[in-house]
């Protein structure tokens, strides 16, 4: 027979567990820190770019030994000491949270070291100027410090390992984008599956916690400002739908030759790629850096700027800046770096919006610019809620809601034709090799290179 809940009952089992209300604040503390770590590497990673475009502006042909040089160095670094802190980070978290991941092995792709590192080399990469994005490695840096909250819980705590996890994942999206509410989606389709209810107030707790360090920090304001949308009409209906089936072959491309690319599929580059890595990564940041010249600088970084510029309407890029922003990104990732995709992908996405703007008139610039986005990074990582819901709180792009879910939805159909799940794959990859291997001690890397991963 159902009962009431009697309050004053559950008050007094509330207070009567001082262990209960210690886990809650350490799990409370985690997730401030997760927060200024999150911030720490936002810093951090501005003021290495910052450092590059100096000297980008200085010494423009001083990149061609400068972006190589220090690629070969990140990458050596990466496998010789921290080679569960390579690609993204997002695959990590996830073959952390995978259950035929033996409990003893999530240390390989989530710890407080590999956050440190994370950090260190995330930060090198944008310092030498390589197509790379941090709000992918935030994700393993928040969950990095979330999880570790685990040692210091009771042994009786509800809150697991994997809770931790996810929420840290989550408030580490949440943080980078300055979006809570993607942080909440972010946690459900692509790390979790699912929101369980006693795990769901670890993760609003690490989002919220997270989120007002952030905003505590640079201020509450949208990533690219406040797009200024005319009414949405029929008129955008022929472009709109342009935008989504580009964005989604586009995207499904590039999930599809990078998962080629970061499981070393076997051909003749990947061959040569996992025996000598750290030249493999030399000659990729060569063409990085030859790419950067021929845009003038422009695919260097992210590209925040440039979608920035595109949105106010200053800027119109050609197809061929979108082209080689694709080949860049796609460069840097299979190079090894520790480095995220998703800021880059919006960058890529905001090309192709404005090339099919140039056509099909200026009013509609900045609503196919954001569209594009959402479709270009919906197709790339096949989480078109995620997706549509990033760029709308990016871009304060409420009055867009439809159209942005729309397109979204629309593009990461049409890559699932062409594609498998981009992270989901990498990270079967890199359970399969965890798995695969007994633990060693490091060696150095052009000696007995470990398996690859993103």
């Given at each position: 027979?159902?009962?009431?809940?009697?309050?004053?009952?559950?008050?007094?089992?509330?207070?009567?567990?001082?262990?209960?209300?210690?886990?809650?604040?350490?799990?409370?503390?985690?997730?401030?820190?997760?927060?200024?770590?999150?911030?720490?590497?936002?810093?951090?990673?501005?003021?290495?770019?910052?450092?590059?475009?100096?000297?980008?502006?200085?010494?423009?042909?001083?990149?061609?030994?400068?972006?190589?040089?220090?690629?070969?160095?990140?990458?050596?670094?990466?496998?010789?000491?921290?080679?569960?802190?390579?690609?993204?980070?997002?695959?990590?978290?996830?073959?952390?949270?995978?259950?035929?991941?033996?409990?003893?092995?999530?240390?390989?792709?989530?710890?407080?070291?590999?956050?440190?590192?994370?950090?260190?080399?995330?930060?090198?990469?944008?310092?030498?100027?390589?197509?790379?994005?941090?709000?992918?490695?935030?994700?393993?840096?928040?969950?990095?410090?979330?999880?570790?909250?685990?040692?210091?819980?009771?042994?009786?705590?509800?809150?697991?390992?994997?809770?931790?996890?996810?929420?840290?994942?989550?408030?580490?999206?949440?943080?980078?984008?300055?979006?809570?509410?993607?942080?909440?989606?972010?946690?459900?389709?692509?790390?979790?599956?699912?929101?369980?209810?006693?795990?769901?107030?670890?993760?609003?707790?690490?989002?919220?916690?997270?989120?007002?360090?952030?905003?505590?920090?640079?201020?509450?304001?949208?990533?690219?400002?406040?797009?200024?949308?005319?009414?949405?009409?029929?008129?955008?209906?022929?472009?709109?739908?342009?935008?989504?089936?580009?964005?989604?072959?586009?995207?499904?491309?590039?999930?599809?030759?990078?998962?080629?690319?970061?499981?070393?599929?076997?051909?003749?580059?990947?061959?040569?790629?996992?025996?000598?890595?750290?030249?493999?990564?030399?000659?990729?940041?060569?063409?990085?850096?030859?790419?950067?010249?021929?845009?003038?600088?422009?695919?260097?970084?992210?590209?925040?700027?440039?979608?920035?510029?595109?949105?106010?309407?200053?800027?119109?890029?050609?197809?061929?800046?979108?082209?080689?922003?694709?080949?860049?990104?796609?460069?840097?990732?299979?190079?090894?770096?520790?480095?995220?995709?998703?800021?880059?992908?919006?960058?890529?996405g905001a090309g192709i919006g404005d090339v099919i703007a140039q056509v099909a008139g200026a009013d509609l610039g900045p609503a196919l610019i954001a569209m594009g986005m959402a479709g270009f990074l919906a197709a790339v990582t096949?989480?078109?809620?995620?997706?549509?819901?990033?760029?709308?709180?990016?871009?304060?792009?409420?009055?867009?809601?439809?159209?942005?879910?729309?397109?979204?939805?629309?593009?990461?159909?049409?890559?699932?034709?062409?594609?498998?799940?981009?992270?989901?794959?990498?990270?079967?990859?890199?359970?399969?090799?965890?798995?695969?291997?007994?633990?060693?001690?490091?060696?150095?890397?052009?000696?007995?290179?470990?398996?690859?991963?993103?």
């Amino acid at each position: 027979m159902n009962h009431e809940p009697d309050f004053f009952q559950n008050l007094r089992a509330e207070l009567s567990s001082f262990r209960l209300w210690i886990d809650r604040g350490i799990v409370l503390g985690y997730a401030v820190a997760a927060g200024l770590f999150v911030v720490g590497f936002t810093m951090a990673s501005e003021w290495a770019f910052s450092l590059f475009q100096s000297l980008y502006g200085r010494h423009p042909w001083a990149v061609l030994l400068w972006t190589p040089t220090l690629t070969a160095a990140i990458v050596w670094t990466t496998r010789r000491w921290f080679p569960g802190a390579s690609g993204s980070g997002i695959p990590q978290i996830k073959a952390a949270l995978d259950p035929e991941l033996p409990p003893e092995k999530r240390g390989l792709f989530a710890s407080l070291r590999l956050t440190i590192a994370k950090i260190g080399l995330g930060a090198a990469g944008f310092l030498a100027g390589l197509s790379i994005g941090r709000e992918g490695p935030s994700v393993q840096v928040a969950a990095g410090v979330m999880q570790h909250a685990k040692r210091w819980l009771s042994p009786h705590s509800t809150i697991d390992t994997r809770s931790l996890l996810v929420a840290g994942g989550a408030a580490g999206i949440a943080a980078a984008f300055n979006a809570p509410l993607a942080g909440v989606v972010f946690a459900i389709e692509e790390l979790s599956g699912r929101l369980e209810a006693r795990a769901s107030g670890v993760i609003i707790t690490g989002i919220v916690l997270a989120g007002l360090v952030a905003v505590s920090v640079f201020g509450n304001q949208s990533y690219f400002g406040v797009i200024r949308v005319p009414p949405v009409g029929w008129n955008l209906l022929g472009p709109g739908l342009l935008v989504a089936f580009a964005s989604g072959v586009a995207g499904g491309l590039f999930s599809r030759l990078m998962i080629a690319s970061l499981t070393g599929a076997p051909q003749r580059l990947n061959r040569w790629r996992a025996r000598y890595p750290v030249r493999f990564a030399a000659v990729g940041g060569l063409l990085i850096a030859v790419i950067g010249l021929v845009t003038g600088g422009v695919t260097f970084g992210a590209g925040s700027e440039a979608v920035k510029q595109m949105l106010a309407g200053h800027d119109e890029l050609t197809p061929l800046y979108t082209l080689l922003k694709f080949i860049a990104t796609w460069l840097t990732a299979w190079c090894g770096v520790p480095g995220g995709i998703f800021a880059p992908s919006l960058s890529i996405g905001a090309g192709i919006g404005d090339v099919i703007a140039q056509v099909a008139g200026a009013d509609l610039g900045p609503a196919l610019i954001a569209m594009g986005m959402a479709g270009f990074l919906a197709a790339v990582t096949q989480a078109p809620l995620t997706a549509f819901i990033i760029v709308m709180e990016m871009v304060d792009g409420h009055s867009m809601v439809l159209s942005l879910m729309a397109c979204a939805m629309l593009a990461s159909l049409v890559s699932r034709m062409i594609s498998r799940p981009l992270y989901e794959a990498l990270a079967e990859h890199l359970v399969g090799a965890a798995t695969a291997r007994a633990p060693e001690k490091p060696v150095p890397a052009e000696v007995h290179p470990p398996p690859t991963g993103p």
